[in-house]
């Protein structure tokens, strides 16, 4: 388990825009996978974005791509979603979460070290 600790939800309107950060401390942060998973009321959790920290490999999922950015800061060990045109649907508790990894291709599950959560909500 590795320490992640989320900030910067916020409640915006429609249109707006907001930046997550997540900083995970104690990591061989080289070689990892970092994600942003989102989860709102009734539905499954889903990963919004990954990137894998080896090559810096990017996923997004459709329903955000175009207008959500992942990023990181490595010497800060610091990963960030930059959200922009936001929309109702886009309201969910937001997730950091984390695994090592050797190869991009694992990115897609099996994360153990999770965040205690940022809420997003976004007005129309």
């Known amino acids: 388990q590795v320490p992640l600790v989320e900030s910067g939800g916020d409640s915006v309107q429609a249109g707006g825009s907001l930046r997550l950060s997540c900083a995970a401390s104690g990591y061989p942060y080289s070689s990892a996978c970092m994600g942003w998973f989102r989860q709102a009321p009734g539905k499954e959790r889903e990963r919004v974005a990954s990137?894998?920290?080896?090559?810096?490999?990017?996923y997004y999922a459709d329903s955000v791509q175009g207008r959500f950015t992942i990023s990181r800061d490595n010497a800060k060990r610091t990963l960030f979603l930059q959200m922009n045109s936001l929309k109702p649907e886009d309201t969910a508790m937001y997730y950091c979460a984390t695994r090592l990894a050797y190869h991009s291709a694992l990115c897609t599950g099996g994360y153990n070290s999770w965040g205690q959560g940022t809420q997003v909500t976004v007005s129309s």
């Open positions: 990137i894998y920290t080896g090559t810096g490999s990017t």
